[in-house]
T-cell receptor, first 111, second 115 residues
Framework: GESVGLHLPTLSVQEGDNSIINCAYS??????FIWYKQESGKGPQFIID?????DKRQGQRVTVLLNKTVKHLSLQIAATQPGDSAVYFC??????????FGAGTTVTVRA | GAVVSQHPSWVICKSGTSVKIECRSL??????MFWYRQFPKQSLMLMAT?????????EQGVEKDKFLINHASLTLSTLTVTSAHPEDSSFYIC???????????FGPGTRLLVL
């Protein structure tokens, strides 16, 4: 079946550098996407969302890019900090309002 | 805003006992709540969707008699793991969505260990 997936399971980044986390989705019916951050032993925390009628949305230190042509979603984190170390999930929302999660990318920030 | 709490945060129980987990939306009314299960180093697996005042809709493969869900009010949903066994040990997470909103906000999770 269709699913959301992430390109890389792990990402190591130097503190202060920018991070880019990628996600591929296959359900063309999805019109809403969310990025979540999950720290160890905690529930997912909402980071940023984007609708399919947009291709870019910015938040505080984060930017989400959506390329509907190739069904690709990315999360950019500017000036990565140690507190950004976590697992990041992309999620898509098709018409049935049930989120479909990707496998997650573990981000480790090196001091 | 959009805070979801869970209680308890962790529980250890003996095999055969039942465990109830509460999920509350603290600052909004949640018309729909979702229950997920997560194994170590894996993604979230949706177990069921519950709408206030109606029966929960379970995902394929999830036993409704094993995982009882009640969504009696717009701010509270409960998940009861009945006759728990060691294989039910997991991290259970709820999320809530309010009104016509699409964004789901997650609780902090409940870690269940069945001995």
């Amino acid at each position: 079946g269709e699913s959301v997936g992430l390109h890389l399971p792990t990402l190591s980044v130097q503190e202060g550098d920018n991070s880019i986390i990628n996600c591929a989705y296959s359900n063309s019916a999805s019109d809403y996407f969310i990025w979540y951050k999950q720290e160890s032993g905690k529930g997912p925390q909402f980071i940023i969302d984007i609708r399919s009628n947009m291709d870019k949305r910015q938040g505080q230190r984060v930017t989400v890019l959506l390329n509907k042509t190739v069904k690709h979603l990315s999360l950019q984190i500017a000036a990565t900090q140690p507190g950004d170390s976590a697992v990041y999930f992309c999620a898509e929302l098709p018409g049935d309002y049930k989120l479909s999660f990707g496998a997650g990318t573990t981000v480790t920030v090196r001091a | 805003g959009a805070v979801v709490s869970q209680h308890p945060s962790w529980v250890i129980c003996k095999s055969g006992t039942s465990v109830k987990i509460e999920c509350r939306s603290l600052d909004f009314q949640a018309t729909t709540m979702f229950w997920y299960r997560q194994f170590p180093k894996q993604s979230l697996m949706l177990m069921a969707t519950s709408n206030e005042g109606s029966k929960a809709t379970y995902e394929q493969g999830v036993e409704k008699d094993k995982f009882l869900i009640n969504h009696a009010s717009l701010t509270l949903s409960t998940l009861t793991v009945t006759s728990a066994h060691p294989e039910d040990s997991s991290f259970y997470i709820c999320s809530a969505r309010g009104g016509s909103g699409e964004t789901q906000y997650f609780g902090p999770g409940t870690r269940l260990l069945v001995l």
